[in-house]
């Protein structure tokens, strides 16, 4: 539940209490202005300049060092990369000691950039060009350093981004080795803990993203050491395990968020974590469902991908995690509307590579499943109140029904008869969603009066 919704939600709770005489006048003034006093938007601007401004402070030490570089001995660069991270860290601490967490959280950020920019300037002397990967896990493990010592957000972010680029840097194809394995879900299973510890936006959606990238390595991996496609094929699976795991971070996601009122304002833990990886896997499942439809009316997928299904077992792994986790919200809330929205959405999402897969060159079914999903994605986040959802699902149909409209132009009766039947379905959808909507607000409306 987003914050409007929240305030609107705690609005009607106040006049019921206030009209049964659970609170008295004061009481409910108090709750008011403390209501009013919460942060918007536009009080962290300035934590938002701040930030941009300690990091052109640091790409400015990182410029000046490297413009003297011939000139500044090399003693020099690194006792002065050495003054620089240990007085940036001793006047966090400081700020830190007397409440100043955004300033402490401005200065630790400076010391893990001048970290970053000391470790690439000075690691020219010991050949750091020739190992990338590892100055990358240096930089990662440098900054999950000060955002667990320090209490940094803002080292997070270094760190998943670093973390991020060590998987890139690796080897293309990866072929990891138990030691890289480990280090990979060490540095995840890291950065999860912080952020769930201290949470933020970019905070959560670039863990969230590392997860996807530890993920995709591993499959990655594991799909190129056993040879089952050949890399002209390989596409075509890996848009059924995108959309699997973008199922998966939808379904876990909403399963773990609860019903706390928690606004996305960094307030929260797993309640806030778990809302984001739903929106993520929102976004995924979005990404696959387009990109399939684009495929599909431009490519043929040979046999061999459908033969080689049933070995994919990663993919068999994250199809029965997401569809444990329907079956668990199923149990706790048999008659929930949203949750059988969802699971209309997450299967029609997944749907749409299996058919590019298993019933190639059905355009005219691929391109009607498309679109069900999208407008069952919407539907979700309208029904679970989650305009997020609702945003990426009418974008993907937007650009969905731009798409066909491109490749159908060519037959304007085609083209017609396909618009004609589409537009008469979004505006049943649409009757019936408004329906619903109003029902089940009346339904509110007369338990809130008894």
């Not at 990891?176 to 912080?194: D, F, K, M, Y």
């Not at 499959?219 to 890399?231: G, K, Q, T």
């Not at 596409?235 to 909403?254: K, P, R």
Request: charged share 10%; hydrophobic share 60%; proline share 3%.
């Amino acid at each position: 539940m987003n914050r409007a919704s929240y305030l609107k939600q705690l609005e009607a709770d106040l006049a019921r209490w206030s009209a049964k005489g659970w609170i008295g006048a004061d009481g409910l003034a108090q709750i008011r202005s403390e209501i009013g006093e919460a942060p918007s938007g536009w009080s962290r601007l300035p934590a938002l300049f701040a930030g941009i401004g300690t990091i052109c402070l640091a790409l400015a030490v990182a410029a000046f060092v490297a413009a003297n570089w011939e000139v500044i001995p090399r003693p020099a660069k690194l006792t002065g990369i050495a003054v620089l991270l240990l007085a940036a860290h001793g006047f966090a601490a400081a700020m830190a000691s007397r409440g100043q967490r955004l300033v402490a959280d401005l200065a630790t950020m400076f010391a893990t950039l001048v970290f970053v920019s000391g470790l690439a300037l000075v690691g020219q002397i010991y050949h750091l060009p020739s190992d990338w990967a590892g100055g990358a896990l240096l930089v990662a493990i440098g900054a999950l350093a000060a955002a667990w010592l320090c209490g940094s957000r803002s080292s997070l972010m270094v760190a998943a981004v670093a973390s991020i680029a060590w998987l890139l840097w690796i080897g293309d194809p990866p072929r990891p080795t138990l030691a890289e394995v480990v280090t990979a879900l060490a540095l995840l299973a890291a950065c999860l803990g912080h952020v769930v510890r201290m949470t933020s936006f970019a905070g959560r959606w670039l863990v969230l993203l590392l997860l996807t990238a530890v993920y995709a390595w591993l499959f990655a991996a594991w799909l190129d050491i056993n040879y089952l496609l050949s890399s002209s094929e390989m596409e075509f699976s890996i848009l059924l395990v995108g959309a699997a795991f973008g199922a998966l971070l939808l379904v876990w996601g909403y399963l773990l968020s609860g019903d706390e009122a928690q606004g996305d304002d960094g307030s929260g833990d797993v309640s806030a974590l778990a809302r984001s990886a739903a929106s993520f896997g929102v976004m995924v499942l979005v990404g696959i469902i387009l990109l399939t439809l684009i495929i599909g009316f431009t490519e043929t997928v040979s046999d061999e991908v459908a033969r080689e299904m049933p070995h994919v077992w990663p993919l068999h792994l994250t199809l029965a995690a997401m569809l444990a986790g329907l079956v668990l919200q199923a149990l706790r809330a048999p008659a929930s509307r949203p949750l059988r929205i969802v699971a209309a959405a997450v299967v029609l999402s997944v749907a749409c590579p299996a058919l590019l897969v298993f019933l190639p060159g059905n355009t005219v079914v691929l391109a009607s499943f498309t679109l069900a999903a999208l407008v069952a994605i919407s539907a979700a986040g309208s029904t679970a109140s989650q305009s997020g959802w609702s945003f990426w699902g009418n974008l993907g149909l937007a650009a969905a029904l731009l798409y066909l409209l491109y490749e159908t132009v060519g037959s304007l009766l085609g083209q017609s008869v396909f618009f004609f039947v589409a537009g008469l379905l979004l505006v049943a959808v649409a009757i019936v969603s408004a329906r619903r909507l109003r029902k089940s607000s009346a339904a509110a409306a007369g338990e809130g009066a008894q």
